[in-house]
């Protein structure tokens, strides 16, 4: 009889680590499942935990979480505003040069 794999186990915040590293753009699911050694089907499911709210992937630290939300909202909300003032001077000095 062969030898009983035995389980690893993850803190909760490398999993949140994991599926934050797998959503940057120009990385995939699969690359980054390979270089934390760990399953890609593994990684998809502490995605979907995460999305459905699931305890066990998402940090005990709650708080933390909804700052870092409210922190990138706030974020967004500031990018959205300097693009829409970059289109205004686009449309301004396109205008300009006829």
């Known amino acids: 009889m062969g030898k009983k ?12 680590e994991a599926v934050r590293q797998s959503e940057r753009k120009g990385v995939t699911a699969r690359q980054v499942a390979h270089e934390l050694d760990i399953s890609e089907k593994l990684l998809y499911r502490w995605r979907q935990d995460l999305l459905k709210g699931k305890e066990s992937a998402v940090s005990g630290d709650q708080e933390t979480l909804k700052k870092e939300v ?29």
């Not at 794999?5 to 999993?15: N, Q, S, V």
């Not at 909202?73 to 006829?98: G, P, Q, V």
């Open 70 to 98: 409210q922190r990138l909202r706030r974020e967004n909300e500031r990018l959205l505003e300097e693009r829409s003032i970059l289109k205004k001077a686009i449309r301004y000095f396109a205008t300009e040069e006829e």
């Open 5 to 16: 794999k035995e389980r690893r186990r993850f803190p909760k915040e490398f999993k949140v």
